[in-house]
């Protein structure tokens, strides 16, 4: 609880800036988040950071040969493009990973999350033969381990 306290204080400094006036409001926001956060249950899920190191590594080198194949696109001459949808099933029932892994695709330049379900996402792509099951299911299973 210490570290939340501290956290939604920083956050409250960011927000309000250092100042000994607000210090008071300070105190009273801060208090009532925690009491909102411990009333609720809310508590963030286990993290393994060698995981998460590696997620992220993985994730940086998607988005960047994503970023370099759609500018190939857009310089190209002839337009390259084979716009649609498709569903992506969820293999991890875990919340958090089903979340962060549509918000993981919209950050993937040419792909777009347009509607989570329980079980599947339905994903917007720029080319449809281009879009890899295996790359996405590789990030949920990294997305699996980072919450595990």
Request: proline share 4%.
């Amino acid at each position: 609880m210490l570290v939340l306290a501290v956290l939604y204080s920083l956050l409250w400094i960011a927000i309000a800036g250092y100042d000994l006036k607000s210090v008071f409001f300070g105190v009273l926001a801060v208090g009532s988040a925690l009491f909102v956060h411990i009333t609720l249950g809310l508590y963030p899920p286990r993290i393994n950071p060698i995981a998460l190191f590696e997620f992220l590594g993985v994730f940086l080198w998607q988005a960047l040969l994503g970023g370099i194949d759609v500018a190939r696109r857009i310089v190209s001459p002839q337009l390259r493009v084979n716009p649609g949808f498709v569903v992506y099933n969820f293999q991890s029932e875990k919340l958090w990973v089903k979340i962060l892994l549509a918000l993981t695709i919209n950050l993937t330049p040419g792909t777009l999350s347009v509607v989570i379900e329980d079980k599947q996402v339905l994903v917007h792509t720029l080319d449809v033969e281009s879009y890899s099951e295996e790359s996405v299911r590789s990030l949920e299973g990294l997305l699996d381990r980072v919450f595990s």
